[in-house]
């Protein structure tokens, strides 16, 4: 629960964002000091028949004052882009570690998903002091994960994954927030990020009812969507075999190379003739239409536990 | 010299003034035509990059006969637009001259809408209209095809009210309601023209060759 | 009290029949309806305006209200969204796009360059006409049952998920914008065209630069917004697929080509409340605006770099770290220019002998709160406290600072600075000079509450919000109620001064400028003889020197026969 007046800084980097808003403030409290100052001490000085003096400008202000002041503040204002900036480079990528959650949006609920299977909806139970990595995409319009207290927002799009990390400091249960308009209730599609110490969250975790885990679940819809009928190793068509794939460099036919993360598994499966791979036929068909986003992240999650074999043919 | 006097108005001064005045009006709303298309053409080229194959396969299916034909009368529509407009600027006395020109100029724009009709009833009837029963299976062909429906439709209302200005300048003309010679609407009325050939020069490319180029 | 008849007698002519001044030369309705004056066509788009700013502030009256509770009070969460979204369109593109430059820009723009109409007198009228079936649009899709897509409509929800008027909203958006067009097209044309001998670039008053510089937003971005509302027009109605990513469409296509326009329009609503600013400050201080070059060098940057910065917007919504620091950069770069205005405002006033009428009281409540919603742009430029407030109250603060509180209380000054001479009346600057500071002090009730609430989290367009958040909301709405007041107070008095108010003079102000030097209000044709320019702008006093306590008899361009 936050308090009316301040918001707990309850993650690694939410301190750096504060520091900078300070800074922002005590520079912007000072330039709106001097300048609404300066009008109040010049409407009061100069005021109509008053007896200050007038006369021509001081020397002192001419051409070059006008490009001095610009130049100053062209300079203080780089400088703010630059620390503003320099901050942020190093959340780039989540550390290697992290906790990986799937995260759905709907309207007008979150579904979220841990690699063990275990579900919540408008609920998410992580623990303190490790990076947690969310993927996460929407099942129809735009919507916005919004953890005000941990200093989080990552908006959540259809069609594409969108992913966030972050660390939590302190243990606690924090409000999290739909921050994308997404139709009549908006407002109600909030939830609750549950922090708990590391055992507790062990704990918490082991006592969840086992769905089959992704990765389970994954390897069902391998079968039963017919992809093992030209990717296993036992199949007569010339397909790419997806053991080892994951996170490994691929060859494409244009002669590109890409990176095979999630975003290249979805569009293979959802766009395969976009991206194929050198040596192939472009013969693999689409399955846009015929599997939704929480069965793309499962057959994903499959895919990348296919990383750890080693490759057969 | 003309009598300009009957065709001098508010506010100004003097008839190369206005005339003047004209000119650059209508430069500044070419402007805004130019990032009109030009946003369109971004879309496009967005769309085209992440789905090349596809829009190479959409492109193959597009009627590039017609496409053509359209092309080279366009194109020679603005020919007679530009011999209207230089023959209207001339001191020597060119009615009929530009009256043919003009004629010939909305003539040829009409006859651009006409293929363009028979070109859009066979996409009707090869099912080339995206929704249900779209005949590619590629996606990003729909995408091909909602573009192409939407530029090019665009493209024909430019035209058509293109179409409809020269055919006023006719009639205004032909019936001495207004005077042709070094009257500046003529002048506005042809770059407009030139704007609507130069944007479809830019739409054939687009249109009718991917997928055909190699 | 004189008359023109007297004067005439005094100076040993013969007196003629007074002629009658624009408003009273030909008074049927029909006059008024196809009139090609810009001076009426001024009029029929402040009425109209007007209408507008009232139907969007009973919008948001309802919003506020119903913000009082946290759970929801008197509204449907579909009604309440409704409510916001027309509030957003009907503000934006019915009321701040054209309140400055089609009311004051269209009575002053001739005026103060010495013409006697724009450069299309015909396409002005045609533009108003454009404007008013573009709001017939709007408002058909208000009683139809509303739009709730926000000012924003985002894809997919606006072209594939909203039950409501999408169509008709986006159309009047579509063809208001056409209007937009060609107010720009004209405004430059009559800028390069009509100026009367004398007047060069570097004479021109800044409001003249302003509009100019707006215009050319105007003609360059309009379209854009054009092509973005009819892809969603074309995917909803004609089922195009173009933002659905089950096609292989791309949503945020739809942010990118939005926000091209939308955000050169921010600029489009500031810079020519920037323009009335820089008129009125020198007249009221009796001093020549400090730093003219740097004002003209500064308007024409933010008019240019504005179109570079649109992906500010977009921080959060997927966009590439690189694309996000490219735009973050820029966005810092812009603040300088805006700065450098500020500072020379406050320049403006050292040595002067400011006097604080109405006009100045508004024009110096723009500077405070322009600055205030400035710097907090600063932190939105910022990338990882953007990510932090983007979305939440505190964007929906620093906007209306900006708007309101600058652009709104901009054009209030324009509107007490140029009433003499737009209507001949003079209002009671008692009333005015209350309005002024009521609304000042109201403005700040209402929205300063809205930056410490956004940046606790109450992200925006939310019905219903944690209660821990409803002391700010209650402050908010509170404030809203003053300055409801504040706006309402003008209609009466401007009102009354139409019937009673003391007949003005043709230069109340004593203010430079050319439309200060005929009749207040104007004959039809602007000036009885073509002004000749002989020197520039706000001569408040001899170049060298400053105001004394009595200023010389204010030099302006002289008439010549």
């Not at chain 1, 290697?96 to 979220?112: C, G, S």
């Not at chain 1, 079968?223 to 190793?233: L, R």
Request: one cysteine or more; a neutral charge; proline letters at 6%.
């Amino acid at each position: 629960m936050n308090s009316i007046f301040s918001l707990p800084e309850a993650t690694t980097h939410a301190a750096d964002v504060d520091n900078i808003f300070y800074l922002l403030l005590v520079l912007s409290g000072a330039t709106a000091a001097v300048v609404f100052g300066a009008i109040l001490v010049l409407a009061v000085r100069y005021h109509r028949g008053s007896a200050a003096k007038r006369g021509p400008l001081p020397e002192i202000v001419s051409r070059e004052f006008e490009i001095g002041w610009t130049t100053a503040t062209l300079f203080a204002f780089l400088f703010l882009f630059w620390w503003a900036s320099s901050a942020d480079l190093s959340r780039f990528s989540a550390p290697a570690n992290a906790l990986e959650i799937h995260v759905v949006a709907k309207q007008w609920m979150w579904k979220t998903q841990h690699a063990n299977g275990a579900r919540e909806i408008n609920a998410l139970h992580i623990p303190v002091d490790r990076p947690v990595r969310l993927s996460m995409s929407s099942q129809d319009v735009i919507h916005s994960f919004f953890i005000p207290a941990f200093r989080v927002k990552q908006d959540v799009l259809p069609g594409r994954d969108t992913d966030v990390w972050f660390q939590a400091t302190k243990t606690g249960v924090f409000p999290l927030l739909c921050a994308e308009y997404c139709g009549t209730d908006h407002s109600m599609m909030r939830g609750r990020i549950v922090v708990m110490r590391q055992e507790d969250f062990a704990n918490w975790l082991s006592q969840q009812p086992e769905g089959d885990d992704l990765a389970h679940e994954g390897a069902k819809l391998f079968v039963a969507q017919g992809c093992s009928g030209c990717h296993a190793a036992s199949s007569n068509v010339h397909a790419p075999r997806l053991a080892g794939l994951y996170g490994r460099v691929v060859q494409l036919a244009d002669g590109r190379e890409v990176k095979a993360d999630e975003a290249y598994i979805r569009d293979s499966i959802l766009l395969p003739k976009r991206d194929v791979v050198a040596g192939f036929e472009p013969i693999m068909p689409s399955f846009s239409g015929l599997l939704d986003d929480g069965e793309i992240q499962s057959l994903t999650a499959y895919i990348r536990s296919l990383a750890h074999e080693k490759q057969s043919d | 010299m003309t009598d300009t006097s009957t065709q001098l108005r508010e506010p100004w001064a003097n008839f190369s003034r206005q005339q003047e005045a004209g000119k650059f009006g209508i430069w500044v709303f070419l402007a805004s035509e130019v990032l009109f298309f030009g946003a369109l053409m971004l879309t496009y080229t967005v769309c085209r990059i992440e789905h090349t194959e596809a829009f190479a396969a959409a492109g193959r299916e597009t009627n590039i006969w017609y496409g053509t034909a359209n092309t080279a009368i366009l194109l020679t529509s603005s020919l007679t637009m530009a011999m209207a407009a230089q023959a209207a600027a001339a001191p020597e006395r060119f009615r009929r001259l530009v009256l043919g020109c003009l004629l010939t100029t909305a003539a040829l724009g009409l006859a651009f809408l006409v293929v363009k009709g028979f070109e859009y009833k066979e996409d009707i009837d090869k099912h080339l209209v995206p929704g249900s029963h779209f005949a590619l299976p590629q996606a990003g062909a729909q995408l091909f095809y909602g573009l192409y429906w939407l530029i090019t439709g665009v493209h024909a209302v430019h035209l058509s009210i293109g179409i409809v200005l020269v055919s006023r300048l006719i009639l205004l003309g032909y019936l001495r309601k207004i005077e042709l010679r070094e009257n500046p609407e003529v002048e506005v009325t042809a770059l407009y023209w030139h704007l609507v050939d130069i944007v479809w020069i830019f739409l054939y490319p687009l249109i009718y060759l991917p997928g055909r180029a190699s | 009290m004189r008359s023109k008849v007297t004067d005439a007698l005094l100076n040993g002519e013969l007196p003629l029949p007074p002629r009658p001044d624009y408003l009273r030369h030909g008074s049927t309705i029909s006059s008024w309806l196809i009139t090609t004056d810009h001076k009426r066509i001024a009029i029929l788009y402040a009425i109209t305006i007007t209408v507008f700013f009232f139907m969007g502030g009973a919008a948001i009256t309802a919003v506020r209200l119903e913000l009082f509770e946290p759970n929801g009070w008197l509204l449907t969460s579909d009604t309440y969204n409704k409510l916001f979204s027309f509030h957003g369109i009907v503000m934006v593109w019915f009321f701040l796009v054209p309140s400055i430059p089609n009311t004051l820009g269209n009575f002053l723009l001739p005026l103060m360059i010495g013409a006697p109409d724009v450069a299309f007198p015909r396409l002005n009228l045609f533009s108003w006409y454009l404007t008013i079936a573009a709001g017939m649009l709007t408002v058909y899709a208000l009683v139809a049952g509303g739009v709730d897509t926000g000012w924003t409509f985002y894809t997919p929800y606006s072209t594939m998920f909203s039950n409501s008027h999408v169509f008709a909203a986006a159309a009047g958006v579509f063809v208001v914008g056409f209007a937009s067009i060609a107010t720009g097209v004209n405004f430059i044309a009559t800028t390069h065209m009509l100026r009367a001998p004398g007047m060069t670039w570097f004479r021109l008053p800044l409001f003249v630069w302003a509009i100019y510089a707006t215009s050319i937003i105007m003609v360059l971005a309009t379209p854009v917004l054009a092509i973005s509302l009819l892809l969603v027009i074309a995917e909803r109605w004609l089922g195009l697929p173009i933002f659905d990513p089950a096609q292989g469409g791309d949503p945020i296509l739809f942010q990118h080509l939005f926000w091209f326009y939308s955000h050169p329009a921010v600029y489009i609503m500031v810079l020519p409340a920037m323009g009335v600013v820089s008129e009125v400050i020198p007249c009221f201080a009796r001093r020549r605006i400090f730093g003219y070059d740097f004002m003209v060098y500064a308007m024409v940057a933010i008019a240019g770099i504005g179109f570079f910065v649109w992906g500010h917007h977009m921080f959060v919504s997927g966009q590439s770290i690189y694309a996000s620091l490219i735009f973050s950069f820029l966005s810092f770069i812009i603040a300088v220019p805006s700065a450098i205005k500020v500072f020379n405002w406050t320049a403006s006033l050292y040595r002067g002998q400011i006097s604080f009428d109405s006009p100045m009281l508004y024009a110096l409540g723009f500077v405070g709160l322009f600055t205030t919603g400035g710097l907090s742009g600063l932190f939105l430029a910022s990338i990882p406290v953007d990510v932090h407030v983007t979305d939440t109250y505190f964007v929906v603060a620093h906007f209306h600072y900006i708007m309101v509180g600058g652009s709104v209380s901009a054009f209030f000054a324009g509107l007490h600075f140029w009433w003499p001479k737009i209507t001949g009346k003079m209002y009671p600057d008692g009333w005015a000079r209350f309005a002024a500071i009521l609304m000042y002090a109201g403005f700040n009730m209402t929205f300063l509450p809205q930056f410490f609430a956004g940046y606790l989290g109450m992200p925006r367009r939310y019905h219903t919000y944690p209660p821990e958040f409803q002391i700010y909301n209650v402050m908010s709405s509170a404030g809203a109620a003053v300055l409801a007041a504040a706006y309402l107070l003008p209609l009466g008095y401007f009102a009354w001064s139409l019937f009673y108010g003391t007949r003005a003079g043709n230069n109340p102000w004593r203010a430079t400028g050319l439309e200060w030097t005929t009749t207040s209000p104007p004959p039809p044709k602007n000036f009885d003889r073509q002004p000749r320019v002989d020197r520039g702008p706000y001569d408040y006093h001899a170049a060298g020197q400053s105001a004394g306590t009595d200023p010389p008899e204010v030099q302006n361009a002289r008439e010549v026969v």
